[in-house]
């Protein structure tokens, strides 16, 4: 019943280039969402076509996390980009609407960081059988 | 020309959740918006350090008020995709049912609220009267007015028997002869024409490459509306999205007076065909793998990214909701417009601050 | 036509029964079904300590030993997920809605 989702990895140096030709297909931006594993950053990049999911990731170590903004392409993604500065402290280099961390009012600043209890990398899923 | 910064929220009367917005204002024309959120934020994407699988079905339905229903529901259909989990048909179509009520409670809850921001009381306590005859059967049929509580992984905890189906179908022939009057009031009135005709117009390129989702998209042209991915009981069902191609306040406001109208024609369809039969599967097991679920909210599509690896709890649970897709589609709209405008394009976009933040 | 859409509604309801209820002039009128407070029966139950461990918020703790029954009620937020897992029926769901406290407190039944 579920189409394929199975993400796409690809490395930080290639990200605008893949959001590119997304975006010529006509693709929209659906989310970016960030999750803090044990010794690094996982971003997924999701985009729609039609109904039809396309999944990018990318893997930041924790110690050194930076990746570029794609708001050159998506304007719309800015917000997603400053949600992820504010919780994360994920810095996205290019950032061309920057609230620098005033979007999210919070008193803990980062606050989803890094935490103890994280599992490492998970392996990959399953194929999931009766689709 | 000197420029004011004027405060706008997070208490206002015209807003139903706390945002913020500093407009930046040339006389009476706003030149920027800049917004800041964080008011209502519960960190609840990390509570599932703490909760497990089958607890967080109670928190998913708490991430808003407004929309609660299908938070549950599409928290139960994630799950259910990641573990291969068969819910029973009668199931899909007692969610299917509650859904479109939920629809129908929030849209009149939005019509409300639109009515209030511009000035017309009478109106907003009309539509919120003819709000609590949905919420009467609601409250019959799940136990809760604004919280369900009804879903669970595997299924739904109550059954609608034969006896209560007859109810709610008289009850929804009494609704909709009310709801005639008040979408009457909505899309003829002269006054409410004059403050939405032509106000915030989003063309449809702009409304696509902005990202945005539900009625704002289709008030602009775009025929997107996640139910038509099939899930629950819709691939049973006959519905086509209710678009319009004006892209301004006023389309997006006959938008939803024609979403209601189809959800109670979705209501009938689905108690007219509803199965027999259980209503819940077993749940055994624990959850591994990762899945990215879409479903369609009163306010546009919900994504739910969930990721797993085998224990109680569940790694990663991330929810894009509507309202964060259509922010940058709202920040936009205020851009040049006047300041007397700015209640009517704040809730143009039927903001839902809590599911923003979580 | 455009300036008169009102006009019909506000005519038919001028001369309607109003749909509000005065309460607490009036009686509440009750929905069945309605999830409400939790009602504990001493007599029935056997403190197994199951509804304590599904409990999703933890309003509720049953000691075995001394056989004390304490809910938090500002806790409780009526799912009813004890009430379908007793074994020994001695929980329900009332009708009746919580009422605005000062202080948190707890309730405690001893069956000894």
């Known amino acids: ?131 | ?358 | 036509m455009p300036y008169f859409q009102m006009s019909r509604l506000a005519l038919k309801w001028a001369f309607t029964k109003p749909p509000t209820t005065a309460y607490p002039f009036e009686p509440r009128r009750a929905i069945a079904g309605s999830r409400g407070q939790l009602v504990f029966t001493k007599d029935n139950c056997v403190y197994c300590t199951v509804c304590a461990k599904k409990c999703p918020t933890g309003a509720l703790k049953v000691d075995r030993a001394q056989k004390m029954f304490i809910i938090e009620r500002l806790r409780c937020i009526s799912c009813a997920c004890c009430v379908e897992i007793c074994p020994k029926n001695s929980l329900s769901l009332s009708t009746d809605h919580g009422f605005p406290v000062t202080t948190k407190t707890s309730e405690s039944y001893c069956g000894s």
């Open chain 1, 1 to 131: 019943m579920m189409p394929d989702q199975t993400p796409e990895v690809i490395d930080t140096s290639n990200l605008l280039e893949r959001v590119r030709a997304l975006r010529a297909r006509g693709c929209r931006l659906v989310q970016i969402c960030a999750t803090a594993l044990l010794d690094q950053f996982e971003l997924t990049y999701s985009f729609d076509l039609n109904g039809l999911l396309s999944n990018l990731r990318a893997r930041i170590p924790a110690g050194d996390p930076r990746v570029p903004s794609i708001h050159a392409i998506y304007p719309c993604a800015f917000l997603y980009e400053n949600e992820m500065h504010d919780l994360f402290n994920i810095q996205v280099e290019g950032m061309i609407v920057d609230f620098h961390g005033n979007l999210y009012n919070t008193s803990v600043k980062f606050a989803f960081g890094q935490t103890k209890a994280q599992a490492p990398a998970p392996q990959p899923a399953p194929a999931p059988g009766g689709n």
């Open chain 2, 1 to 358: 020309m000197a420029r004011t910064i004027i405060p706008f929220g997070p208490q206002h009367p015209v807003l139903p959740e706390p945002v913020h917005l500093d407009l930046v204002v040339e006389d009476e024309k706003v030149v920027e918006a800049r917004p800041s959120i964080g008011f209502v934020h519960r960190g609840l994407e990390k509570l599932v350090e703490k909760k497990d699988y089958v607890e967080f079905v109670y928190v998913a339905e708490r991430i808003c008020g407004i929309c609660s229903f299908i938070h549950g529901q599409s928290y139960c259909q994630a799950i259910e995709a990641m573990m291969n989990i068969p819910v029973p048909p009668r199931a899909r179509y007692l969610r299917t049912v509650w859904g479109e009520l939920s629809r129908i409670h929030s849209h009149l809850l939005w019509l409300g609220l639109m009515a209030d921001a511009m000035g017309f009381e009478s109106l907003f306590m009309h539509s919120w009267r003819a709000r609590e005859r949905v919420l009467n059967i609601v409250e019959a049929t799940t136990g809760g007015r604004v919280i369900f509580g009804s879903c669970k992984i595997g299924g739904v905890r109550r059954d609608i028997e034969a006896d209560a189906i007859k109810n709610i179908l008289s009850e929804l022939e009494i609704i909709e002869r009310d709801l005639d009057g008040i979408t009457r009031v909505f899309l003829h009135d002269n006054s409410v024409k004059q403050r939405l005709g032509g106000v915030g117009v989003l063309s449809r390129q702009e409304a696509y490459d902005l990202g945005c989702v539900g009625p704002v998209l289709r008030a602009s042209g775009v025929a997107q509306d996640m139910r038509k991915l099939g899930y629950a009981a819709y691939q049973e069902l006959d519905m086509e999205p209710v678009t319009r191609l004006e892209g301004d306040s006023y389309a997006r406001c006959a938008v939803r007076c024609g979403e209601l109208f189809q959800s109670i024609s979705l209501i009938r369809q689905a108690l007219g065909k509803i199965p027999p039969g259980e209503i819940a599967v077993k749940v055994n097991g624990n959850p591994n793998g990762e899945i990215i679920t879409r479903t369609e909210q009163p306010r546009g599509e919900v994504v739910y990214c969930l990721k797993a690896t085998g224990g109680r709890n569940l790694q990663r649970f991330r929810v894009r909701t509507p309202t964060f897709a259509n922010l940058p589609a709202m920040l936009k709209l205020l851009q040049g417009c006047q300041l007397a405008d700015v209640p009517v394009l704040v809730l143009t976009i039927d903001p839902c601050i809590s599911c923003t933040e979580r």
